[in-house]
């Protein structure tokens, strides 16, 4: 406790982001450190495993101890260490679940093992005060496409995910056959906004009828094809509606599916996270949308999108409220499912 406030310090390794946070309350946001790795991966145009634990060996107890000072607390001061503890590369998680482990042993206090994406929704809560469950959460990153009815704090329901390429994934692909750089998506991003979305008519992929599945392979297929061909008949290809013409077909297909979840379950709120809601197309477009329906839209901040330390303290914080806390054997886990938090106990 410090000043009677209940005092979570997070810890987040499970891809190439090495990240520590301090809260109180949960929701007050004391001290974020995020150490990225991105320079050094972009060598390899994307994340290489081996290299990533490496990395977030040598910057864990950096990122710890700037978390603390910044935060203004002592170690004493904490009272329940939050780390992700899946799912993620293997090798990288278990440099954050061991630092927490040996920190939760040191300091003899609880330890709250965060499923990775919980986190990203969580995001939302230190953005915005005021949300509370439920509400839809559509969580989209490198390694994810997700859409899930956030029925309480620890009460998450997967209602669909991406069946191949997640959004992210697709853009970092699509990316490295324009050749115009990694990750993908931020320069996509910025490429499209002097592009036209409708130069270059790319089919939407909405599976069957009434699923919130989502397919990005196909729709990248269809970009490496049409670049293919426009190279082999030797014409020049304009980058910028290329790159436009791709990301509304990607967000097209996120808003309306997101939507359609909204209304069946029955929900007013929608919640962006993960590293492609920083977006600004998905964002402006999702805005829209919740507006004309009479829908709530909330989003993070871009540095609470990506991989980072507060959303995972967040989440412990919620999941110690209801005693769903780990000992010293909490483990890492390269495949996780959701509901974790329900079924540790
Ligand atoms: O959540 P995140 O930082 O890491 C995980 O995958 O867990 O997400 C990274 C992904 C990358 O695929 C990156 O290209 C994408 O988020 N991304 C974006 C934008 N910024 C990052 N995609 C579209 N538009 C952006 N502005």
New binding site residues.
């Given amino acids: 406790m410090k000043d009677g406030k209940y005092i979570v310090l997070g810890i987040e390794s499970s ?1 190439d982001d090495t990240s520590a946070a301090v809260t109180a309350d949960g929701r007050e946001l004391l001290s974020l450190s995020i150490s990225s790795q991105i320079e050094i991966h972009t060598m390899y145009g994307g994340v290489v495993p081996e290299i990533a634990s490496r990395n977030h060996l040598k910057n864990i107890n950096i990122v710890i101890r700037q978390a603390v000072d910044e935060a203004g607390i002592d170690f004493h001061d904490i009272d329940l260490i939050g780390v992700t503890c899946g799912p993620g590369l293997i090798g990288a998680l278990l440099v954050g679940v061991s630092a927490a482990k040996a920190l939760a042993y040191a300091l003899d206090r609880p330890i709250a093992g965060v499923h990775h994406l919980h986190g990203h929704i969580s995001a939302n809560y230190i953005q915005s005060p005021e949300l509370e469950p439920p509400f839809i959460a559509v969580v989209a ?3 994810n496409t997700d859409i899930i009815d956030v029925r309480g704090y620890n009460d998450l329901l997967l209602l669909g995910q991406t069946r191949d390429d997640a959004a ?2 697709a ?2 692909k699509v990316a490295r056959v324009m050749g115009i750089g990694y ?4 320069v ?2 910025r490429l499209s906004k002097e592009g036209d979305p409708h130069a270059i008519e790319f089919k939407r992929v909405m599976l069957e009828k009434g699923s919130y599945d989502f397919s990005f392979s196909g729709l990248k297929t269809q970009v490496i094809n049409y670049v293919n061909h426009e190279r082999m008949v030797g014409r020049e290809i304009d980058q910028k509606d290329l790159a436009a013409s791709f990301q509304q077909a990607v967000m097209d297909v996120i808003v309306t599916k997101s939507l359609e979840a909204a209304e069946e379950y029955g929900r007013d709120r929608i919640a962006l996270a ?3 809601a ?3 197309l998905l964002r402006s477009m999702m805005r829209e949308a919740c507006s004309q329906k009479g829908f709530q839209y909330y989003r993070p901040e871009p540095v609470l ?3 980072n330390a507060a959303m995972i303290a967040c989440a412990a914080y919620y999941m110690s409220e209801e005693g769903l806390l780990s000992d010293l054997s909490l483990d890492a886990y390269p495949v996780l499912d959701l509901d974790w938090c329900r079924n540790m106990q």
């Fill in positions: 891809c990153s490198g390694g992210g994934e853009m970092d990750p993908g998506g931020p996509i991003d993960g590293g492609v920083s977006n600004s999108c990506t991989d």
